[in-house]
């Protein structure tokens, strides 16, 4: 089966500039995660998705990030503006359902902001 | 909140020593802890889960609810083993994931 998609790879943008990544799951999970990993650290999850609706985005700066997951399917993640400290690469994740499965890893897009 | 202690940054062992990678949690209201691998140039992956209590690429990993820990071992490491291992226990309502920091393991011939 196909893994989870992720684009784009890599991506530069000066701080206060906009930014979004993509997300395409495993076709039939239902719930979908971003994670932000720093240089050095473990993921940190950012949102999660069941099918449309988020399960938990406590994590997530709502200030200046904001993340969607239209039709339940692909979902979109977006920065604005960004900051230095965004700098990291960005991992989405899916499972089959919620509790207790074992989520699969995109590629990740990496992050850099000047 | 979940907190997860993974004290090693690094660890080297030379092949076919043991191996143990340790990850210390807060709390946990489940079985399901979950240690992850990040081999080189290739994605995050489920290495192994607590609750299904096999054995996968000769890792196992012993949960003690006594003294909050979920160490990784293996008997006999293998330079393939070389890694980035996350320890991941669960937390909250829908049992969200806490990675640790990680332990980068290097398998020395």
């Known amino acids: 089966e196909a893994g989870v998609a992720q684009s784009p790879r890599y991506k530069i943008i000066e701080k206060r500039q906009s930014v979004a990544f993509w997300c395409n799951p495993i076709?039939?999970?239902?719930?979908l995660y971003w994670y932000q990993q720093i240089l050095g650290q473990g993921p940190k999850l950012l949102i999660q998705?069941?099918?449309?609706?988020?399960?938990?985005d406590s994590q997530l700066p709502k200030d200046r990030f904001s993340a969607e997951r239209l039709k339940g399917v692909d979902s979109t993640l977006k920065i604005q503006p960004a900051k230095l400290e965004d700098s990291a690469v960005y991992l989405c994740?899916?499972?089959?359902?919620?509790?207790?499965?074992?989520?699969?890893f995109g590629p990740g897009t990496r992050l850099t902001v000047t | 909140a979940q907190r997860v202690t993974q004290p090693e940054k690094l660890l080297s062992v030379f092949k076919g020593a043991p191996v143990e990678l340790k990850c210390n949690y807060s709390?946990?209201?489940?079985?399901?802890l979950f240690w992850y691998v990040q081999y080189s140039r290739q994605r995050l992956q489920l290495l192994l889960r607590?609750?299904s209590r096999e054995s996968i690429k000769g890792f196992t990993a012993d949960l003690n609810k006594g003294e909050t820990s979920f160490h990784l071992k293996k008997p006999f490491a293998q330079e393939e083993d070389s890694a980035m291992y996350y320890c991941?226990?669960?937390?909250?309502?829908?049992?969200?994931?806490?990675f640790g920091s990680g332990t980068q393991l290097t398998v020395l011939p």
């Open positions: 994740a899916s499972s089959l359902n919620v509790a207790g499965d074992e989520q699969y």
């Open positions: 076709s039939g999970h239902a719930t």
């Open positions: 998705f069941q099918n449309n609706g988020v399960v938990d």
């Open positions: 709390y946990s209201g489940s079985p399901e």
């Open positions: 607590h609750i």
């Open positions: 991941a226990p669960p937390s909250g309502s829908a049992r969200q994931l806490t």
